[in-house]
Every structure is written in structure tokens, then in C-alpha cells.
């Protein structure tokens, strides 16, 4: 069925870089995209975070839960011999820039799934690394080393709050003529709650890219979210449509 968006109003609160393709798919479904970019995100340049400069290679795989997290470390080494694990497909096409294929890949794109069924597959596996901002949830590093697993982890982004979007994101809010905000990450979830005072707009459709998403906007007074049945823009998409097509 083909996705229509009836030329709703969806405020896109993901860092600028990455709301321009989200901003363009709206656009093609028939919907009017709003981008108030409410993160910011920059690659960890300092000499202390990469002390595994030298000793890269001796791990068996390398773990990337988000492209940021890809378009960094690549920054900063040229190659990897190792096997490599992502997230989901937009990492997974993040990665495959840079001329490698993911050996590992879940069915569903969070943290829990991923390492719930890389142990799974891979149950004597050792030597990971994990790349990782430095808002990253513990999961992967909790699970892994519950397990057994030797794991090392590599912060090489930071994510923070674009506070220069405060103003901008207040204007449109107090037009009250939007049909959905989209929530990517609970960062961006965490940066509206800080940027505007979240109880006077819990009544806004939030659609969130996933259940981890989706608990961190419920959590801060949300009442209505939708996710969808795949974790990605694509998918928050096509829940749009349908949302819009069941209400009628």
C-alpha cells in the first residue's frame, strides 16, 4: 500500500546532518517536514580516547550501533581486520561506504536483540570491541561481559543538546498545528524534555524509531507513541501512513 502522509506537519528532531534523508522520504509520502535539529554530534578527536590506536587488530570483531559511530572511527583508522557486527541496515550502509560488509547484523535494531542473539550465534566468541558514543546505553558491555565475553569499548562521538535550537523548537510548538514529532533516539527524547517543558505538549502524536525510544518518551509524560514494525525512518514512515489511514 502505498504510504500518504495527506500533507500532515512532522517535526523532525534529529541532529541536521541526518534529517536531511528523513526530511526528503516525508516529503515524498505527501508530508510536510518541520527539522528543528535538537542534537549535536562531534567525533572525539582528543589523543586519551584512542588509546587501542596501536592494538586494533587484535580483536575479533568490532561492534557499530549507529552510522555516527562508523563515520568516526573511520576517521580515524583506515582499516580493520576483524569481523564487524552493526545494528541495523543504516549502519550497515554507513559501513559499507568505507568498502567492509557486516558479518553479523540482528533481526531487530536495538541493543537487547542484537546482543541476546549475537551470544546466541556466537556463544565462545572473545575479543570484542565496542564503538560507542558517549551516551550509549550499558547493554551490549553488560550482556557481553555477563557472558563471559573479553570486551573493550571505544567512545568516539559525543552527543549533545543543540541549545541553539530552544527558540525555534518554542515557536513551533506554540503554533500548535503539528500532527506528529519524531523522536530517533532517546537523546533526542532527552534534549525536548530539556530544550521545552514537555507536560504541556504530552498529547502529541510521538512516533519513535523503537521500543527503547519509545520508553524513554513515555517515561517523560508522553501518552501517545506509535513505533514502527521496523526500526527505521522508513518504517516510522510507513506507521505515519497507517496511523493517518485507521484515525480516517
Same mark, same amino acid.
Given at each position: 500500500?502505498?504510504? /500518504? ?14 534529517? !536531511? ?40 570483531? @568490532? ?7 562508523? %563515520? ?20 550497515? !550502509?554507513?559501513? &559499507?561506504?568505507?568498502?567492509? #560488509? ?8 536495538? %541493543?537487547?536483540? =542484537? ?8 556463544? @565462545? ?10 551516551? *550509549? ?8 561481559? &555477563?557472558?563471559?565475553? $573479553? #570486551?573493550?569499548? =571505544? ?9 541553539? +535550537?530552544? +527558540?525555534?523548537?518554542?515557536? #513551533?510548538?506554540?503554533?500548535? &498545528?503539528? /500532527? ?6 532517546? *537523546?533526542?527524547?532527552?534534549?525536548? #524534555?530539556?530544550?521545552? /517543558?514537555?507536560?504541556?505538549? $504530552? !498529547? ?42 485507521? &484515525?480516517?
Amino acid at each position: 500500500m502505498k504510504m /500518504d502522509l495527506q500533507d500532515k506537519q512532522i517535526l523532525i528532531t534529529r541532529e541536521q546532518s541526518q534529517a !536531511q534523508s528523513f526530511s526528503r522520504l516525508i516529503t515524498e509520502a505527501g508530508g510536510r517536514p518541520i527539522v528543528v535539529p535538537l542534537l549535536e554530534i562531534n567525533c572525539v578527536t582528543q589523543a586519551g580516547q584512542w588509546e587501542l590506536d596501536q592494538t586494533i587488530d587484535r580483536f575479533d570483531w @568490532v561492534f557499530f550501533t549507529s552510522a555516527n559511530g562508523v %563515520a568516526c572511527f573511520f576517521k580515524k583508522f583506515a582499516e580493520v581486520s576483524c569481523r564487524i557486527a552493526v545494528v541495523g541496515t543504516k549502519t550497515e !550502509q554507513a559501513l &559499507k561506504k568505507y568498502g567492509y #560488509v557486516a558479518t553479523f547484523i540482528p533481526t531487530t535494531y536495538n %541493543a537487547d536483540t =542484537m546482543a541476546r542473539e549475537f551470544i546466541e550465534k556466537y556463544p @565462545v566468541a572473545n575479543r570484542l570491541l565496542l564503538v560507542r558514543g558517549n551516551r *550509549s546505553r550499558p547493554v551490549l558491555p553488560d550482556e557481553f561481559a &555477563k557472558h563471559g565475553y $573479553d #570486551v573493550e569499548t =571505544m567512545e568516539v562521538y559525543e552527543t549533545g543538546i543543540n541549545r541553539n +535550537a530552544r +527558540a525555534a523548537l518554542q515557536t #513551533v510548538l506554540s503554533q500548535n &498545528k503539528l /500532527d506528529f514529532i519524531t523522536f530517533t533516539s532517546p *537523546s533526542t527524547v532527552q534534549a525536548f #524534555v530539556e530544550l521545552v /517543558d514537555v507536560w504541556k505538549y $504530552d !498529547q502529541l502524536v510521538c512516533v519513535c524509531i523503537g521500543t527503547t525510544t519509545e520508553q524513554a518518551a513515555q517515561e517523560q509524560g508522553f501518552k501517545q507513541t506509535i513505533i514502527p514494525d521496523e526500526f527505521t525512518i522508513e518504517g516510522m514512515i510507513a506507521e505515519m501512513s497507517d496511523y493517518i489511514r485507521m &484515525k480516517g
